[in-house]
């Protein structure tokens, strides 16, 4: 295990270094951003609301007027959104060091997205999964590129039926939905990061959770008064993700969340997933339904 007192000041200077954060117009995406904005970053906030994205940008700027801060439309819950910001992004850029797979919904009623997903899995593992696969040739021509995908500690309640993924046949439960969309997100990790070892590539893939962190995704009287009380602020929420994506000691696979009492709050470490997260078959299978469901080969 890494030291549990990893703090922002252990990120090193990011000048030339091209990164997108997804979902990054509040929360610990935004946290994300501006910190590594203000180490010199170019950073591309991947939001679904252009008004949003560029308050955050001018946010952003305000505490750090040299920042390189660029705003692009990008809605997970649509394959089309999604192909579109990543042919634009190929079209303006030719390296990307760092992709930041971190916009997500939580316990929403249930419905599904423009392509036929259940909304959480479609918009947390899905979308996530086409935009890695189209932004792929990019990352695998950058050096020591880095690919980190936010999941939570409600992996723990997830597990993935392969019978009714889309939730068609059976009764709703928004947090099983929600658990399964993340355990997914660490299947992806896993999948991905064997992939590129077996390919010889140097790009890696690592995960985070940001414990229980005060962001727009709790809603509802009875987590937003634990918010008050419990949470740790979306600024801790984030160093988890940070620490994921600039430990220079991280391998593919490698989990990261708060180093308190239950992995709830505190400054972050690496951290051990269950044990059905780490299961290689149920990780393939899930590989391949997302190929298929996406219409999206992932070409390493």
Do not use: C
Not at 267 to 283: G, H, M
Request: glycine share 8%.
């Amino acid at each position: 295990m890494k030291n549990s007192n990893w703090t922002t000041e252990n990120i090193p200077d990011q000048t030339g270094r091209i990164t997108i954060v997804t979902g990054s117009n509040s929360g610990i995406g935004f946290e994300a951003a501006k910190v590594l904005a203000a180490k010199g970053a170019d950073v591309v906030l991947a939001v679904r609301n252009q008004e949003k994205g560029d308050q955050a940008k001018a946010e952003i700027i305000k505490g750090h007027a040299q920042a390189k801060v660029t705003v692009s439309l990008l809605d997970l819950s649509s394959l089309k959104s999604v192909k579109a910001f990543s042919e634009e992004f190929a079209n303006t850029h030719t390296q990307l060091d760092l992709l930041i797979n971190n916009a997500g919904i939580m316990i929403p009623p249930y419905g599904k997205t423009e392509d036929g997903f259940e909304s959480q899995m479609g918009t947390n593992h899905l979308g996530h999964f086409a935009l890695t696969a189209q932004l792929f040739p990019l990352l695998k021509n950058t050096r020591d590129s880095r690919i980190v995908n936010v999941s939570s500690t409600a992996h723990n309640m997830g597990s993935i039926d392969f019978d009714d993924l889309q939730w068609e046949s059976r009764k709703y439960v928004a947090w099983k939905a929600y658990g399964d969309s993340k355990i997914a997100n660490l299947y992806f990790t896993n999948e991905l990061g064997k992939r590129m070892k077996a390919a010889g590539l140097t790009v890696t893939t690592t995960a985070a959770h940001p414990g229980y962190a005060a962001t727009g995704l709790q809603k509802g009287i009875f987590l937003k008064f634990l918010n008050v009380i419990v949470a740790q602020s979306g600024f801790m929420g984030a160093t988890p993700t940070l620490m994921a994506a600039i430990d220079p000691e991280a391998s593919s696979g490698d989990f990261y969340g708060p180093s308190g009492i239950a992995q709830q709050r505190g400054w972050p470490k690496q951290v051990v997933p269950n044990k059905l997260s780490q299961d290689d078959d149920i990780a393939k299978k899930l590989w391949s339904i997302s190929e298929e469901l996406t219409a999206q080969p992932f070409n390493i």
